[in-house]
């Protein structure tokens, strides 16, 4: 399972040949496109719960993995070839790499909607390949440089922070709104994050592990909530209302938040994030679990709600991530708990797959 | 191939000339060929052809003229798939590069790198064949004819500018100006629910035809100050408040004047007509009004599919714009002709087989 690295260049990946089934190979050194292409030299590579869930099943969604595909789509690297009408970059610079380019001719595209693109070429969602190779070739305008401040792993992180900076404009955040966000891991902690940097008043954290909770305390978060369980035979709506009812209590939040962000996709914390909410206030699903749940929608219409879906990330996304995380203004270090090397790839899945408390964020080292 | 493209270029300021050019290759996998068919002359063309530049794009080397047109598709790149030769289409003339930030925010018409047709240096449609992106041409259906094809131009830009405008169903709106633009914006404000849509021009031929086209009131304008002159637009037309909407697509200062005096406090201006570059502007009252004043600057997304739309169904006719077609081989008469005011929109055909 260890490849040789040879004396001429090679691309080393790590690939998924088809569920729960992963091998390094040694593919060949891509070569650019057309003349906006750029090849990165790939330095680090965080993991997201996709990755993990296309790895052991095959599927999310639409996306069927049918033959096998690199996987990673959460990285930084250096620039080491440039086409001829690249602007923007150069040999040399170091960049975050933005892991889904569009088709730009479609209606979506046109539109300022490339979230939304049906022929989006997304790294490592099937059928294409993703990052976790020693080089990825990707259209220079989908890359960024960072600061010389900012060292890699940072930058493998903007991805993340570019997801969270998508949601808090999915939900018009404005100066000095309230918001409750469920859901403390790293998607949940870099919306609070983001929230708070971009002026909201109170932050709120809700998860079902103290650990993350603790935390977000120290991260974005002004304040954080865990929900009482349950008691057995309490119809489940009733016991949402019931949280939701706790949570504007114990924080003061009057009518309710003005957002909530929902970065779960657990079905009694979607029912509870519908009942907190204020009335006319914004509610963003960004979490995703089960696809179809008991939604409160006579709620919903009642209160007025503004229910929005949030994916992916738009323009402007990755350059305020950057800019979020260069500023210092996120602290995006504080995420990773466990690194590892390009051979050790496969450890790395396992350990996230395993969803011990103390593993946050997870990054492999690019191909030296 | 060794057939040639018959063009219409303007060497420099006052002198245009035929040339036989070589027909455009596709650049792209994903551009189509097209004989062009008709071409519509906008005050633009004419102003090139006058001055030889419009601020600062100047025409340095002779340049195709040309750019409202509709043609029938020759032949397709191999990555073109909602496109085959023999398809009638709407001709889209600005290509934006569709990787800065304007082009993916969804503002392509704002893009640095804009292509367009007959602005300085790219060549217009004033020839037999031009090629353009898949996405940048628009299917006309069947009963839509190619010299209503050629008037998707304008009404795209009419589009553009009463989306800017926000126009809502029961908004009043003033149109500026009666021009083909201003007479455009009114059928689309139309079109979007507006319960009243005055039209004001000192051309009291083209107030009429207003009237009978897509406007509900006419105003007169007299030897007034701006201010007197919006108060009594708001009486005589029944404005209550003053109105919701106003749309200048004659860029005249006293218009613009006018109409920052006619609209009602927490109104919506837009600026679609051009003038001069700078005039006297009631900004204190723009602001006490809290107005939202905007500019409007050609077309963008699904606005030249929203205008094909609008055609198709009935609910904006162009027919009546038409009213006058030349041959390729006259096309100066045209420019002479839009020059010197006459009708509302001149056709062109394309060169003959």
């Known amino acids: 399972m260890i490849m040789k690295t040879d004396e001429q260049d090679s691309n080393p990946s790590f690939v998924l040949r ?65 086409g001829s009408a690249v602007k923007n970059v150069k040999v040399g610079q170091r960049v975050a790499v933005e892991p889904g380019v569009p088709c730009r001719f479609c209606g979506y595209c046109r539109s300022g909607q490339y979230n939304l693109c049906n022929d989006t070429i997304f790294a490592a969602t099937p059928p294409w390949d993703g990052t976790l190779s020693k080089y990825y070739i990707v259209a220079s305008d989908y890359t960024y440089p960072i600061p010389d401040h900012m060292n890699m792993e940072e ?61 977000a305390s120290s ?10 369980k349950p008691e057995s035979g309490v119809d489940p709506i009733e016991h949402a209302e019931r949280v939701a009812a706790l949570l504007k209590e114990k924080f003061n939040l009057g009518e309710g938040p003005d957002v909530v962000l929902e970065c779960t996709g657990a079905e009694p914390c979607i029912q509870t994030g519908v009942f907190v909410t204020k009335k006319g206030g914004t509610y963003v699903q960004a979490g995703m679990g089960k696809e179809v749940v008991a939604f409160p929608i006579t709620t919903a219409c009642i209160r007025a709600l503004n229910i929005k879906g949030s994916i992916r990330y738009t323009t402007g996304c990755y350059p305020a991530a950057v800019d979020l995380v260069a500023s210092g203004k996120i602290d995006v270090k504080r995420l990773i708990t466990n690194r590892f090397k390009f051979e050790e790839a496969e450890q790395a899945f396992e350990l996230v797959k395993a969803g011990k408390q103390d593993v946050f964020k997870v990054v492999i080292e690019g191909v030296q | 191939m060794a057939e040639k493209n018959p063009s219409f270029v303007l060497e420099k300021a006052g002198s245009v000339y035929y040339e036989d050019r070589p027909v455009p290759e596709l650049k792209s996998p994903y551009d189509v060929l097209i004989n062009v068919k008709f071409t519509g002359i906008c005050g633009s063309d004419v102003h090139y052809w006058v001055d030889g530049a419009i601020g600062s794009f100047v025409v340095k080397q002779p340049m195709v003229l040309g750019h409202e047109s509709s043609g029938i598709v020759h032949s397709v790149g191999s990555s073109v798939t909602s496109l085959k030769p023999g398809d009638r289409v709407a001709m889209e003339p600005g290509v934006p590069c569709r990787r800065c930030v304007r082009c993916k925010e969804g503002k392509y018409n704002l893009c640095a790198h804009m292509a ?75 079109a979007f629910g507006a319960s009243k849509i005055v039209t004001v021009d000192i051309n009291e031929e083209r107030m009429a035809f207003a009237q009978k086209y897509a406007a509900t009131h006419a105003f007169r304008s007299q030897r007034e100050s701006a201010a007197d002159s919006g108060a009594r637009l708001i009486r005589d ?12 697509a004659s860029g005249a200062e006293i218009c613009i004047q006018t109409a920052i005096h006619a609209l009602r406090v927490g109104g919506t201006y837009v600026q679609g007509g051009m003038g001069k570059n700078e005039i006297t502007f009631p900004i204190m009252a723009m602001c006490t009004k809290e107005l939202n004043v905007k500019g409007s600057f050609r077309y963008s997304s699904g606005d030249y599919q929203l205008a094909v739309d609008l055609l198709a169904s009935g609910r904006i006719s162009v027919k009546e714009l038409i009213t006058g077609k030349v041959s390729f081989k006259e096309a100066e008469k045209a420019f002479t002709d839009v020059k010197a005011g006459k009708g509302i929109k001149m056709l062109i055909e394309g060169v003959e087989d």
């Open chain 1, 219 to 228: 991260f974005g978060a002004d304040d954080v909530f865990l929900p009482p």
């Open chain 1, 155 to 215: 930058g493998a992180l903007v991805e993340p922070v570019a997801v969270a900076v998508q949601i808090t404009k999915v939900a018009d955040l404005r100066a000095n709104q309230t918001v409750v966000v469920f859901g403390c891991g790293p998607i949940g902690v870099l919306c609070q994050a983001v929230a708070k940097a971009y002026g909201a008043s109170r932050v709120i954290g809700v998860d079902a592990v103290q650990s993350r909770l603790d935390f």
């Open chain 2, 116 to 190: 367009f047709a007959a602005t300085p240096p790219y060549d217009g449609t004033l020839a037999k064949y031009y090629s353009l992106p898949e996405d940048f041409c628009y299917k006309l259906p069947e009963h839509l004819s190619l010299e209503e094809g050629a008037l998707v131009e304008p009404l795209s830009v009419g589009v553009h500018i009463v989306k800017q405008a926000a126009v809502r169903p029961g908004d009043s709106v003033i149109v500026f100006g009666a021009g083909p633009v201003g007479l455009l914006c009114c059928a689309v404000a139309k």
């Open chain 1, 18 to 82: 088809a569920i729960k089934d992963v091998a390094f190979e040694d593919r060949a050194v891509p070569k650019l496109r057309d003349e906006h292409d750029v090849r990165i030299h790939i330095a680090q590579t965080g993991i997201c719960g996709s990755d993990v869930h296309y790895w052991q099943r095959g599927r999310i969604g639409d996306f069927i993995l049918n033959s096998p595909i690199v996987l990673g789509h959460e990285s930084s690297g250096t620039v080491v070839e440039v």
């Open chain 2, 237 to 248: 037309c029944d404005l209550g408040l003053g109105a919701d909407v106003i749309i200048d």
